[in-house]
Each structure stands twice: as C-alpha cells, then as structure tokens.
C-alpha cells in the first residue's frame, strides 16, 4: 500500500504532486529545488548554494519517511547548465560522502521557478 510523505521542514510541492511516495520498502522523493522550507520561496542563488538546499530538502523528506541519505540508492540530477556539474558535484560529494547512489545527471532546457539546479531520489526505508 502507498502512503504520502509530507513534512513542513521542505517546501510544500509546486504542483498537483506530493513531495515523496513511500510503498513495499522504498521512498520514490519528488525533484528538489533550493525552496527555503521556511517562506516556501525560491531566492537564486550560486549553484553551490542551490544544491546544498536542494539536498537539505531532500534530506528532510527523507526523514519524514523513516530514511536518509545512507539508504538512496538512486538519484537524477537535473542541471540547466551541465558547465555547473564540477560545482555541483563537490556539494553532492559532502553529503554521499561513502557508499554514493547511482546517479544520472541531465542538462535541462528549464526547471521549475528558474531552477539551477533540481534533483530527485529513491531510497530505502527502515533497515
């Protein structure tokens, strides 16, 4: 059985979608921009900035579910500017420092709000 994942400490979904999805172990978390959580507004920042929020984000819907960041075990990074991958990808190193997920990373014509940067995952939920 699915159950809806959601939580005030990430931003509230943009559109007709829930943050995450938990069913039969798993936890499928919707595509996350660098939303301040708090005023649920988008303020354009570097790509390093917009990831480690975007990240955080994550993170916390992550835990909403029972989950963390130690149990994805797949992530797709969307990028607006695929020259941003070696910014980008120094902020995702810190938080997979061991044992990373698998990941794909894809240049995007537009992301949502003027996005830089959007990433989405699924991981593991429980031991």
């Known amino acids: 059985m699915k159950k809806i994942i959601s939580t005030d400490k990430a931003p509230k979904a943009i559109g007709p979608y829930s943050q995450a999805i938990a069913v039969n172990g798993f936890v ?4 996350q921009g660098a939303i301040n959580p708090n005023t649920n507004i988008y303020e354009p920042k570097t790509i390093q ?10 993170q916390s819907i992550l835990e909403a579910s029972g989950s963390n960041l130690s149990k994805v075990v797949k992530t797709t990074v ?11 990808n120094e902020v995702y190193a810190k938080f997979f420092p061991e044992n990373p997920p698998a990941r794909s990373a894809i240049e995007a014509s537009n992301l949502p ?12 939920i429980g031991d």
Request: charged share 30%.
């Open 28 to 31: 499928f978390v919707s595509g």
């Open 113 to 124: 709000k003027g996005f830089k940067v959007e990433i989405e995952a699924i991981a593991l």
């Open 49 to 58: 900035e917009e990831t480690e929020q975007a990240l955080k984000n994550l």
């Open 78 to 88: 969307f990028l607006i500017d695929m020259k941003e991958f070696p910014l980008m």
